[in-house]
């Protein structure tokens, strides 16, 4: 049996300039450290030609955090990067979730989670999204019961500082 | 304009005088453009290793030149560019600046596996400091002017441009614009520090003021920034004792009384017990490559470590520091020169015993190199580049292939003058040597070059013999021929129960070749013949090569295990 062990989720977040090849560039960056990327969000932001990156990943070693984040910081389309503070930023990401269910179940649901209904084929298929932290997406599908569910897309973490 | 036109215009307004390279369909038109315009020297290598070689030979030469050039080499899509990759990777290890031009198959066909099509981008991107793929004529003009700030500035290295066909041949339409002058590239994460911040430099002199057993690390950095002449100063200065990272020595003369030659798994003794007594460590421009420190867990855990280093990223990546100065070496030395609070120290006890690790193995060395011969009666390479360093009085260019020659070269020649020793370092490739000497000279036309290689990795770019002979070039060839991959043989002999595999080598009639290239050509095989040999090739006019018939089981000591700690340093041959 191999031991899992869990290491600290980490989110460090990047703001770069919209040329080719950077995201390549920042993703074998990351491999090149040995890091296997948890998730990985691109997305623009309210500057144009500024997007900005959240990548999680997980690692204890401080030290190793700082370098790569410091060779993040040395690409040249890179405007900064830091790691976010846990405590001090919010993390959320959206799941799309086909499931099988009767919406007695999902209508139970409803006070503790944060969700859409986008489709219902007939009593039983529904497509819902949920929004939120990783947790609370992951207690989500662990209280529908990971049998009843046929296809899950999520979009990783965005992340933003409060 | 057309493309080409402006590829050689901006060349010529960043002051390049060579292109080495190769031509090929993808890159023909810039090509022509060259030979309509005759205002940049080419020069053709036999293969494309050779031209990056070529290129990093003068850029390496020229960072001490009153006025740096930049080296490019220039080749065809597809396999001419993929011929580049080793040049290039060895030039991001080693931080040498570089501008390399390739041609690409035109946009309409890029990722459709067209004729000679390679991901020229996608290849180099993790090898190189930057890569560009200009895809319109107007952005030629720019985007080589930034390719060549950003190879230049910060910490150093290879740029590329990969320039697909028929943006070489577009016109530039009629409202374009470009003013190298006013011209400032737009790169967020491109900063440098170039100067230290007050109080890490005050907290730096504390620790030196306050330490008893210091020791300094000259890197490479220091020869960037032509930085010696200060670090001497600082050493005298402050009475500390200096090491060198292979690529730091030349900065000051290795025979200077505070020197300690050469660290690391090579080092010398005193060097290297310098470091493991020392409590306080104060290195210049370097990065703590595995080579330098051996078992990282070992390595200064007790010791006070201060690092001038110009890249961020370099600090604290292998080696806690207690103090980080991130800016130029050449910078953070004048202002530490110029502190007040700097202080003379005589620390009689540490210079005392480095003097006495300076004895530990100097007799038995002296021995050997006296004799001049090992068992067997071949010449000993040790021997060879002590005359070489005795009659060129330590002042001419050394330019060393990968190998034992090289660490011997490191060892045995006692550099006196600022960058005059050249090689490749982090990558360790074999067959640079050759190559790169033709881009030194070129750089430095008014001093003697010599290129030292093995029998092995003389063969790796021996083809590069016709490039010196076609131009002229004036290089003194010594080739070490142990018939042996010599390096990996002493390892097979120190670690491997001495099984040879893949090492023995037959090679040819180097005789015969020298003169195919009509070059010059000597063999020496014993110890009196190597003086009038030498003297031979650095008084004539022109290329020479001379072959030495080396001692196969000569060892190169000391040495530090790979993956070992410096407690672990063989000092003297082991009796079998
Ligand atoms: C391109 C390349 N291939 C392989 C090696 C591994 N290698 C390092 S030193 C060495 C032996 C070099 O032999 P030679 O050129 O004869 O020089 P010597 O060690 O005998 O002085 C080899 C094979 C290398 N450094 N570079």
């Known amino acids: ?162 | 304009m057309k493309g080409t036109e402006l590829v050689i215009k901006a060349l010529k307004d960043r002051g390049v005088k060579y292109i080495f390279g190769y031509t090929g369909g993808a890159i023909m038109p810039v090509f022509d453009e060259m030979e309509k315009q005759q205002i940049l020297s080419f020069i053709m290598s036999r293969h494309e290793q050779g031209a990056a070689f070529m290129a990093q030979g003068l850029s390496r030469a020229s960072v001490s030149a009153p006025t740096p050039q930049i080296g490019v080499c220039m080749a065809t899509s597809g396999p001419g560019a993929m011929n580049l990759v080793t040049g290039v990777a060895d030039a991001v290890m080693d931080s040498v600046p570089m501008l390399v031009i390739t041609g690409q198959v035109p946009t309409g066909v890029i990722a459709t596996d067209a004729f000679q099509e390679s991901d020229v981008v996608g290849v180099m991107m993790p090898i190189s400091k930057q890569t560009y793929m200009p895809l319109s004529a107007d952005e030629i003009e720019k985007t080589l002017h930034e390719a060549v700030y950003v190879a230049t500035t910060g910490r150093t290295g290879p740029v590329i441009v990969d320039i697909p066909k028929d943006v070489q041949l577009q016109e530039t339409g009629s409202d374009y614009r470009f003013d190298p002058q006013k011209y400032r590239p737009e790169l967020p994460g491109f900063y440098f520090h170039p100067s230290p911040e007050r109080e890490n430099i005050h907290r730096a002199i504390r620790l030196i003021n306050k330490s008893e057993r210091p020791v300094m690390f000259c890197g490479h950095g220091v020869i960037s920034s032509n930085a010696g002449q200060r670090l001497r100063q600082f050493a005298e200065k402050t009475n500390i004792p200096v090491a060198f990272t292979l690529h730091g020595l030349s900065a000051i003369p290795v025979d200077h009384p505070l020197s300690l030659g050469m660290m690391g798994m090579h080092g010398t003794v005193e060097a290297n017990r310098a470091v493991v007594n020392a409590d306080l460590i104060i290195a210049f421009g370097m990065r703590f490559d595995d080579r330098v420190t051996g078992r990282l867990e070992e390595y200064a855990r007790e010791t006070a470590v201060i690092h001038v280093e110009i890249d961020p990223s370099e600090i604290d990546k292998n080696v806690p520091t207690s103090v980080a100065i991130n800016a130029d070496v050449g910078e953070a030395l004048e202002v530490l020169l110029n502190n007040p609070e700097l202080m003379y120290k005589p620390r009689r006890l540490w210079l005392e015993k480095i003097g006495e690790y300076r004895h530990e193995v100097a007799d038995e060395t002296r021995a050997e190199i006296e004799s001049g011969v090992g068992a067997e009666g071949q010449l000993l390479m040790k021997t060879i580049i002590h005359r070489l360093s005795e009659i060129t009085e330590g002042k001419d260019i050394v330019v060393a292939d990968v190998g034992q020659h090289q660490m011997i070269s490191a060892r045995f020649y006692n550099f006196q003058v600022n960058n005059t020793w050249f090689t490749s370092g982090g990558a360790g490739t074999m067959g640079a040597s050759l190559p790169m000497s033709v881009g030194v000279k070129l750089a430095r036309p008014d001093e003697r070059v010599w290129s030292v290689s093995g029998d092995g990795g003389f063969q790796m770019n021996i083809q590069e013999l016709g490039t010196i002979m076609e131009h002229d070039v004036d290089i003194k060839i010594i080739l070490l021929n142990n018939g042996y991959l010599g390096m990996v043989r002493q390892w097979q002999t120190l670690f491997y129960d001495g099984r040879y595999a893949g090492t023995p080598m037959k090679s040819p009639d180097f005789g015969l070749i020298a003169r195919a290239y009509n070059i010059p050509y000597q063999q020496v095989t014993v110890p009196d013949q190597i003086e009038p040999a030498i003297r031979a090739a650095a008084e004539h006019q022109g290329a020479y090569m001379l072959e030495f018939l080396c001692d196969p089981t000569e060892i190169v000591l000391p040495m530090v295990p790979s993956g070992g700690g410096f407690a672990d340093m063989i000092v003297s041959v082991p009796k079998p």
Not at chain 1, 126 to 150: C, P
């Open chain 1, 1 to 162: 049996m191999t031991t899992v062990i869990k290491m600290k989720r980490r989110a460090i977040l990047a703001f770069m300039l919209d040329r080719p090849g950077v995201l390549n560039k920042i993703a074998m960056l990351i491999r090149r450290k040995m890091y296997n990327v948890d998730t990985l969000t691109v997305c623009s932001t309210n500057k144009p030609g500024v997007s900005r990156m959240t990548i999680t990943l997980r690692e204890d070693d401080e030290a190793r955090v700082t370098q790569v984040i410091r060779q993040i910081e040395k690409v040249t389309e890179v405007v900064s990067a830091k790691e976010l503070n846990r405590d001090e930023s919010y993390w959320r990401e959206v799941a799309i979730i086909k499931l099988e269910t009767d919406g007695e179940r999902l209508e139970a649901l409803r006070k503790k989670y944060n969700f859409e209904i986008l489709d219902r084929r007939n009593h039983e298929l529904y497509i819902v999204q949920v929004a939120g932290t990783t947790w609370s997406i992951d207690d989500f599908l662990a209280e529908v019961g990971r049998d009843r569910i046929i296809e899950i897309a999520r979009t990783g973490v965005t992340a933003m500082e409060n």
